[in-house]
């Protein structure tokens, strides 16, 4: 038979932004059905729940601030009130179903309905910056993409190949100097490293490495500075207006400024080493100071380790450290300098070790941290002896920084319950909760002092905004601010002696961040390091004579250890700068009325395409999708249609997601035609209906239930005859725990098992009956640096009247029909997957970028078999095998990672051999 069929390759871009926004995303658990509620201001529409209303006032009028200055500046303003969505937590940011954020992203805006939402961690400064960022990328929207569901469906398909650095340069520079420190510290180390990154590289963000991404940003900002220093303050909004009319990078440049915008990278590249030529000089290295402690681990991709803490006999240190990927807690021996991982994520107790502090218990046998299970922080007590963990179910919204009281009895640590960071204390013996502080200002890095009498902590000023050390009397609840200065001061520990403050801070925007000694009798405060870049998360060794800090340098972040005493012996004393901070907010009220949620679909998109061909004659295609603007419904349609050969591709579809079981119904449906060697021609229909329920356990571990029926029939158009009519209806109920993970680019730990049940049965009106089960299991073994062995098995069995018939799912095999003979199956696939070569600045076309260069060897071996007892009589002749191997190109188109794959399959058991190109990486299985 030959098939009539049209290929549908205009379809491509109706399909693009349903396939694309579904590829990469992670299955989230929903933990609290929030009931939301919204403000209006002049230009916003601000969604929240109950629980942050005391925050709104803030929010409010961070946001008309931002209108103000940002419209101003773009000399544009949208035509409607913005949706503006505000969580009070990164646990619940997680959560929404508008946008599928991961650990690291700070806030989004989606271009459909040109939304943004942000989570709040307490501090006013972070609120303000990542709101600045976020509504730039509105009215870089706004003007792009206009208000059009049909404009904005043609315009981002073209859209998506702005080069990222113009967009979130953009969105960086208008954030003005919340975040100068962190940007001038990233910069200093790249020009001191000669490594700064070439903008042409930066069409995408996804090739980077880990710990790249944030340097990324602000270069990208760097980028603005020099546009706007060079060309006038006019230039931004003048590219972007030129790109809503052109959609091209290289028109709006020329258009703009005149050069191309290779030029123009030339010019700013030029620029910007020449401005930090003298910026970079006259500084020191954390390893003048002291000894460096931790080190890469071989494969040459930045690793962050912080938060060291020394154990009481001094033998040892833990912190924490993501040099496979994820965090995790390491112990160090000071004397041999062996590591050895002692507590990791990804398992039934821990989903995320949070980057925060670690604290030991006095006696040295217990260790306290933070993390956190099903979107909810906890607080951890690892004991070093039977190495058993316990958590601390705590009623709290954010826990953060814990550290054990002198006494081993109690644990301080700063929380959230509605919007605002308090200090509380956990009483270990009664497990009692008492909150110590009740402000409406930002507290962090609460410590004890070495008599338990006092706390030190730091407390974030309205204005200016930035952070003061304070210490608590704990017996007369009296506060008093020991640095009182402009600068940005964090992570106060006492001296073992309780007569010193050691912290971390820099000297003003943009200046390195250092650590400094205060004495709290006579408030002398010294400088104790000079660094290029920036020290933090300074401890003091147990008896006082060392300080461990983590150290930024070439994209990491290693922990040192130095001698007090040098320190003191090379610093002159700093002199304080007398001001008055504002402490608090000031109490404002709410002028807008709290409005209920109600719901309210709208259409998001709607890309239409409309062609005509002299065979196939009128050619419809479409896309369209609406939902709600909390995103917990959505509904979609696809269609494509040929009116010459009548042929029909439609699906609807719907989801739910409000709830933790994510509701999923299809329908979808196919018209065919066959025209036979005996130019016959068959008229084929199928249409199926499926419901499916997906339920997560938790980060890892879900559960998914599935209903569908299948309804297939042929006629023979030519003789007017029913050739089939068949109904398949059936169940499926499957388990699934997947941890794999990758540092970068490709997997190299973790497993993923899969059980499924799955039965058609002849009730209501079915035609066929069998039962299957499948279970696959693949496991990943990291080796040496970056490569990894894999290991793959898959059982297969299915039984009953109208049992199913599988092929060996081995690689070199063919997929033919007479291949399906089997109803049971064992296969297995041992590969070894290695990297040769890693490009950085491999850019064969325009946003399109070959990353790496990989090689793999593989073996798969299976046996299929009908019956137990023809199991039973195997032999070894009936096992069949192949060898193989193959290269993979990681690249990257338009930012999304596409690996592309050679490889020759070779059969043992006859001279057939095979070579396959394939997209992904995957086994047959």
């Not at 706004?142 to 702005?162: H, M, Q």
């Amino acid at each position: 038979m030959v098939k009539r069929r049209i290929i549908y390759v205009v379809f491509v871009f109706c399909l693009q932004y349903a396939i694309l926004s579904n590829l990469y995303s992670q299955a989230k658990v929903i933990t609290d059905i929030k009931k939301w509620d919204y403000i209006e201001t002049e230009h916003f529409k601000i969604f929240h729940y109950p629980e942050e209303k005391d925050i709104l006032p803030i929010v409010s009028d961070i946001c008309e601030e931002t209108f103000n200055t940002t419209t101003r500046f773009y000399e544009y303003q949208p035509a409607k009130k913005i949706s503006f969505f505000i969580y009070r937590n990164h646990n619940e940011f997680e959560q929404n179903n508008i946008v599928d954020v991961g650990e690291g992203t700070g806030g989004v805006t989606e271009a459909y309905k040109n939304r943004f939402l942000v989570f709040s961690d307490g501090s006013l400064k972070w609120l303000d910056n990542v709101i600045h960022h976020e509504f730039t990328h509105v009215i870089q929207f706004s003007v792009l993409y206009e208000e059009s569901p049909v404009l904005k469906a043609l315009r981002l398909a073209r859209g998506i190949f702005i080069p990222l650095w113009m967009m979130e340069g953009a969105a960086e520079y208008n954030t003005g100097e919340n975040d100068v420190t962190t940007r001038e510290m990233i910069i200093r180390d790249m020009i001191s490293d000669k490594s700064i990154f070439s903008l042409k590289n930066l069409s995408t963000f996804s090739h980077l490495e880990p710990h790249q991404i944030t340097p990324a940003y602000k270069i990208s900002e760097m980028a603005y500075h020099f546009l706007v220093d060079e060309y006038g303050s006019d230039k931004p909004q003048a590219i972007l207006k030129v790109l809503r009319d052109k959609l091209d990078t290289t028109a709006s440049f020329y258009d703009t400024l005149n050069i191309t915008p290779a030029l123009f990278m030339k010019k700013w590249e030029e620029w910007i080493y020449e401005e930090y030529e003298d910026k970079v000089k006259g500084f020191n290295e954390a390893g003048d100071y002291g000894v460096k402690l931790t080190a890469d681990n071989g494969d040459n991709i930045p690793d962050f380790n912080t938060s060291p803490a020394v154990a009481p006999d001094g033998g040892s240190f833990v912190y924490i450290t993501d040099d496979d990927g994820i965090n995790k807690i390491a112990v160090m021996n000071l004397n041999n300098r062996k590591k050895k991982i002692i507590v990791k994520g990804n398992n039934s107790k821990i989903d995320t070790i949070n980057n925060d502090k670690i604290s030991f218990s006095p006696d040295g046998k217990l260790l306290v941290f933070t993390g956190k299970k099903t979107q909810q922080d906890y607080i951890y007590i690892y004991n070093l002896e039977t190495k058993k963990i316990e958590e601390l179910n705590i009623d709290l919204a954010t826990i953060r920084s814990p550290n054990f009281a002198p006494d081993g009895k109690k644990i301080v640590f700063t929380g959230m319950q509605t919007v605002f960071n308090n200090i509380y204390e956990y009483n270990l013996t009664d497990n009692s909760l008492k909150k110590i502080t009740d402000g409406d200002t930002n507290i962090g890095d609460p410590v004890y002092s070495p008599d338990g009498n006092k706390l030190a902590f730091f407390q974030e000023n309205a204005e200016p905004i930035q952070n003061d050390i304070f210490i608590l009397d704990l017996k007369t609840n009296q506060k008093t601010n020991l640095t009182n200065s402009r600068a940005n001061e964090t992570s106060p520990i006492f001296s073992p002696d309780g007569k010193k403050i050691i912290y971390t801070s820099d000297e003003g925007h943009g200046t390195p961040v250092n650590i400094y000694g205060l004495d709290i009798e006579n408030r002398e405060i010294k400088k104790y390091t000079n660094v290029l870049t920036g020290t933090f998360d300074p401890v003091f060794s147990s008896d006082g004579r060392n300080i461990l800090f983590s150290y930024y340098r070439s994209f990491r972040r290693d922990i040192y250890m130095a001698d007090i005493s040098f320190f003191d012996g090379s610093i002159s004393k700093i002199k304080t700068e007398n001001y008055e901070a504002v402490t608090s907010t000031s109490v404002k009220k709410l002028t807008s009325p709290v409005f209920k949620y109600r719901f309210r679909p709208s259409l998001d998109i709607l890309a239409p395409f409309l062609v005509y061909h002299s065979e196939f004659g009128l050619f419809l295609a479409a896309y369209w999708q609406a939902s709600d603007v909390l995103g917990d419904h959505v509904v979609t349609n696809q269609i494509v249609y040929a009116s010459a050969s009548g042929e029909l591709q439609y699906a609807v579809g719907y989801s739910f997601s409000k709830w933790r079981p994510q509701f999923v119904f299809s329908s979808s449906g196919e018209n065919s035609e066959i025209l036979t060697l005996d130019q016959e021609i068959i008229k084929e229909k199928q249409n199926i209906q499926e419901l499916a329920v997906i339920y997560p356990l938790d980060k890892f571990n879900q559960i998914q239930t599935d209903i569908s029926t299948k309804k297939y029939t042929a006629n023979n158009r030519t003789l007017d005859e029913l050739l089939a009519s068949q109904r398949t209806n059936r169940y499926e109920v499957a388990y699934e725990r997947n941890t794999i993970t990758g540092k970068y680019l490709y997997a190299r730990y973790g497993s993923d098992f899969l059980t499924l049940f799955r039965h058609a049965v002849k009730d209501m009106g079915g035609d066929v009956e069998y039962k299957e089960y499948v279970t696959r299991y693949e496991k990943y073994i990291p080796i040496f640096h970056e490569s990894a062995l894999v290991s793959a098995n898959l059982f297969v069995t299915s039984e009953g009247a109208d049992r199913r018939f599988f092929r060996l799912p081995l690689r070199g095999f063919p997929h033919l029909d007479k291949y399906y003979k089997f109803s049971r199956l064992i296969a297995s696939s041992l590969e070894y997957r290695f990297p040769i070569l890693t490009l950085y600045k491999a850019w064969p076309v325009s946003d399109f970028f070959l990353r790496s260069i990989n090689l793999f060897l593989f073996t798969d071996t299976g046996y299929g078999f009908n019956s137990t007892s023809e199991f039973n009589k195997a032999n070894i002749d009936e096992v069949k095998n192949s060898i193989g191997g193959g290269t993979r190109l990681y690249t990257f188109l338009a930012g999304y990672l596409v690996p592309l794959t050679l490889e020759y399959d070779k059969r043992t058991d006859t001279s057939g051999d095979l070579w396959v190109f394939s997209f992904g990486v995957s086994f047959q299985y």
